[in-house]
Nanobody, 116 residues
Framework: QVQLVESGGGLVQPGGSLRLACAASGSTSSVYSMGWYRQAPGKQRELVASITKDGRTNYGDSVKGRFTISRDNAKMTTSLEMNSLKPEDTAVYYC??????????WGQGTQVTVSS
């Protein structure tokens, strides 16, 4: 089992920046990929970004060039640097971990609101 705890959400103005962090605990040696998903009201949960243990990244089309994901394998943390934020980035952001046994684990979510 892996437990994930997110931090760093909040309210930011359009064009601003925000950094999310996620810390994993438990069977962290089993974690292959970590990432971020988001879900806006009335919409399906969508991929924001993911990163594998060897550093390969994948981004959702809507955030490419604006968001950057990073990972610290020693500390078992992942961070999401979000720049040039838009109102449509408003959502609950969830940290995600996929283990080598293909089980998927989720954090509790953190709210990001982009509004003037």
């Amino acid at each position: 089992q892996v437990q994930l705890v997110e931090s760093g959400g909040g309210l930011v103005q359009p064009g601003g920046s925000l950094r999310l962090a996620c810390a994993a605990s438990g069977s962290t040696s089993s974690v292959y990929s970590m990432g971020w998903y988001r879900q806006a009201p009335g919409k399906q949960r969508e991929l924001v970004a993911s990163i594998t243990k060897d550093g390969r990244t994948n981004y959702g089309d809507s955030v490419k060039g604006r968001f950057t994901i990073s990972r610290d394998n020693a500390k078992m943390t992942t961070s999401l640097e979000m720049n040039s934020l838009k109102p449509e980035d408003t959502a609950v952001y969830y940290c995600n971990a996929i283990l080598y046994d293909l089980s998927v684990h989720w954090g509790q979510g953190t709210q990001v609101t982009v509004s003037s």
